[in-house]
């Protein structure tokens, strides 16, 4: 079947996980993802824990299915020409080094949009390409504090938390997905390509800011740390049954109501106290209390159970090794075996991307370390294979 991107060539430039989580996206749409490596020893994320027993690392399988990888030294002449040849080939760029390595290299935007004018070249970086922090260093933990997401993360009493996932890096390459779509469209109307700047800080600030900016800009006070709650509403958050726990999330009055006659205390509805949500909210450790002392009683299955009788959602909190077998998931695809050469069949996250026409293919495997040397600089430049072989001699590939 036709892919919705199968027309679109991509030059990546990226490493580890923000740049790669984008071309990751767009090889799923059938964009053809040319991913650049340092020879040798490729990708840093190629040998991160944990490793498959062929030594391959499976966050770097899983962020790089279905990309064509080859080998450049951007730090030889040859190299950066045969960069700029490739650039001349291409529809996008997509870069994640440190602000300015590749301004310094000669491969930047403006440098690069004199060879191709419709190129559009996007950027991620951890605070972006403006401002008085644009060559700070940005890993993800970075951006979730000075994002604020680590000030509104884990319990009151305990220490700023990060996400469990680097949220920031998989947000700024979703975010640099959207802004390549939204400038293809608009090259496509126009012709004109264009630079595309995304800051994990920025995204990380966006996520936080949606929840929490509120209570500060009408209060003065930051906002307290809450665990598993919901800043706008009570109930929500984890609770303890007799055999586990469940997570549940009560956002209207109505649904309140509905729990309330659930577990016979219909006259909380009415007491002014408890009977609206920004009541509720000002009591939170009492509404806790009241949901906890009826879940406690009850198994994990039974809670969920006369949840749902009721219509209020809630849900049982699976152990990670309980995920990956959930009916719902699979029903979706989102658990897949791959064929990956030399590491064998290895389960994979499945594609998001549901479109009835144009569906994302997940189950391309990931490439080894310059597998398309001859198939990319072959047949796109024309290089003849004696002359390959020159290159690799010397280094550059």
């Known amino acids: 079947m036709p892919k919705a991107l199968d027309d679109v060539k991509v030059l990546d430039f990226t490493r580890f996980f923000a740049g790669p989580t984008c071309t990751l996206m767009l090889a799923e749409l059938g964009a053809e993802v040319i991913k650049v490596e340092v020879p040798g020893g490729g990708d840093g994320i190629r040998h991160l824990y944990p490793a498959t027993s062929s030594g391959e690392g499976y966050m770097g399988i899983i962020l790089n299915r279905g990309k064509k990888s080859i080998t450049l030294n951007l730090k030889s002449k040859k190299g950066l020409e045969i960069a700029r040849a490739l650039v001349a080939k291409v529809d996008v760029v997509v870069e994640n080094y440190a602000t300015g390595v590749m301004d310094r290299l000669g491969l930047g935007y403006e440098d690069l949009r004199k060879i191709k004018p419709s190129l559009i070249y996007a950027s991620i970086s951890g605070f972006g390409h403006t401002g008085p922090d644009a060559n700070s260093m940005g890993y993800d933990i970075l951006a979730e504090a000075r994002g604020g997401l680590m000030s509104v993360t884990g319990f009151k009493d305990n220490p700023p938390t990060k996400a469990g ?233």
């Open 165 to 397: 996932p680097a949220v920031g890096d998989y947000l700024g390459g979703v975010h640099a997905l959207v802004a390549i779509l939204a400038a293809l469209r608009h090259r496509d109307k126009t012709g004109e390509g264009q630079a595309i700047d995304i800051s994990l800080q920025d995204g990380i600030w966006l996520l936080t800011s949606v929840e929490h900016l509120g209570h500060y800009a009408l209060t003065g006070k930051a906002p307290e740390r809450l665990g598993n709650e919901h800043l706008p509403n009570s109930p929500s958050g984890s609770y303890k049954t007799k055999d586990g726990w469940v997570v549940v999330n009560l956002p209207t009055d109505d649904e309140w109501g509905r729990f309330a006659r659930l577990i016979g205390r219909e006259e909380l509805t009415r007491d002014p106290l408890f009977a609206t949500n920004r009541e509720r909210v000002k009591r939170r450790s009492e509404v806790n209390a009241i949901f906890s002392s009826w879940t406690m009683q009850r198994t994990t299955e039974e809670v969920v159970r006369e949840m749902a009788k009721a219509r209020v959602a809630c849900a049982a909190v699976p152990t990670f090794d309980q995920v990956p077998k959930d009916p719902q998931l699979l029903s979706r695809e989102m658990i897949v075996d791959m064929e990956q050469p030399g590491s064998g069949t290895l389960k994979m996250p499945g594609s998001v991307f549901k479109l009835s026409r144009t569906p994302g293919d997940p189950t391309r495997p990931a490439p080894a370390l310059g597998q398309h040397n001859e198939e990319i600089y072959g047949g796109m430049l024309g290089y003849s294979r004696q002359e390959i072989a020159r290159l690799k001699d010397s280094g550059v590939i």
